[in-house]
């Protein structure tokens, strides 16, 4: 098996609701939803396969328990277990864990719980055409225009199952984990601009779409007219909803989607369009926390327009330029203190 690819974050371990692929070369992106449980988990210390087991947890509970397992017996038979219908059962050789709820065994941030497992993804194969995936035969020279429409609206492979309610969250995710996984980069990033044009669809749901699969791709070819849709043609968005989305409109959702490009790939153009939102009394608090770290001489100019305009309190714009220069902190908060 040629390795090239590595899950995000060591790999994710988790219960019912964690999405173990057949495919071996499904990995962790980072973005894509639902998380992908790693296939091809390695243990650091006796080097064993990491093997899993659904519907059962270990019959002293969820922490690390009992090592010295034969890696020739199922796990059945080889470790205590106990029904759980939510659990699943992890062992190498040498220790086993059971989990419910999804995690990285690599994070970050304040509420990332560390496992303290030596797991680690050994690496996965690259996507490499032609392939059929999920019965649908896929090749470079194929008619990729025609399965980006189809699986912008919502026509997905019936083959292709992943747990809960995923598809009306994330309708591009089947396109975009394609996508995301192909070994030809030049081919990838041709698929992805052809996504572009349907932000401007005529269909409600095929512009959710596409706004989907930049959700997932960030900064992939195409996004950067994210920007210009969201600041141009409002009115595809404004007030456009669909029953799948419950009380969010399309807005919510390109102003959201905008906001993780600011995160990871914050072009130009999207910098500007995101000022234009802001400055129209529209936006969003990532936006204005983002300025705040990387544009906060732009947020203290304009602080008391955009306390004007509803779009951020007095507190929040402090908030913001909080780690800025001592001199745009003092700045901001003068301006501020103006009624």
């Avoid at 093997?51 to 922490?63: D, H, I, W």
């Avoid at 194929?142 to 492979?157: K, R």
Wanted: glycine fraction near 10%; aromatic fraction near 6%; include cysteine.
């Amino acid at each position: 098996m040629t390795v090239t690819h590595h899950c995000a974050y060591l790999g994710h371990i988790g219960g019912v609701d964690l999405w173990l692929p057949e495919t071996l070369w499904d990995r962790d992106l980072g973005g894509l939803h639902p998380r992908v449980g790693c296939t091809q988990l390695r243990c650091e210390d006796c080097g064993q396969t990491v093997r899993s087991m659904l519907g059962q947890r270990l019959a002293t509970g969820f922490s690390k328990g009992f090592s010295g397992l034969s890696p020739d017996l199922p796990l059945g038979d080889a470790l205590p277990l106990t029904a759980d219908a939510y659990a699943r059962t992890y062992a190498c050789q040498c220790r086993s864990f059971a989990a419910v709820a999804t995690q990285p065994l690599q994070g970050e941030g304040d509420d990332w719980h560390d496992p303290a497992l030596p797991w680690r993804c050994a690496g996965h194969p690259p996507l490499v055409l032609p392939m059929t995936v999920d019965g649908v035969h896929l090749e470079t020279a194929g008619d990729w225009d025609s399965l980006v429409a189809e699986a912008l609206a919502g026509i997905t492979p019936r083959n292709w199952s992943v747990p809960g309610g995923l598809h009306g969250r994330h309708p591009a995710v089947w396109l975009a984990r394609i996508v995301g996984h192909l070994d030809d980069v030049a081919l990838a990033d041709a698929i992805a601009a052809r996504v572009a044009p349907h932000l401007l669809s005529s269909a409600a749901n095929i512009r959710r779409g596409a706004v989907n699969f930049y959700r997932h791709l960030p900064g992939a070819p195409g996004a950067a007219s994210l920007g210009a849709a969201m600041t141009s043609h409002r009115g595809l968005y404004e007030g456009v909803t669909l029953p799948e989305m419950g009380p969010r409109d399309l807005a919510d959702e390109l102003r959201e989607c905008v906001g993780v490009q600011l995160a990871h790939a914050p072009s130009p153009s999207l910098v500007d369009a995101v000022k234009a939102e802001l400055l129209a009394g529209r936006g969003t608090t990532l936006f204005v926390l983002w300025m705040g770290q990387h544009e906060s001489d732009w947020l203290t100019d304009h602080a008391a327009q955009l306390v004007r305009l509803q779009v951020a309190s007095r507190g929040r714009l402090q908030r913001a330029v909080a780690a800025a220069p001592q001199s745009t902190q003092d700045r901001m908060a003068a301006i501020l203190a103006v009624p």
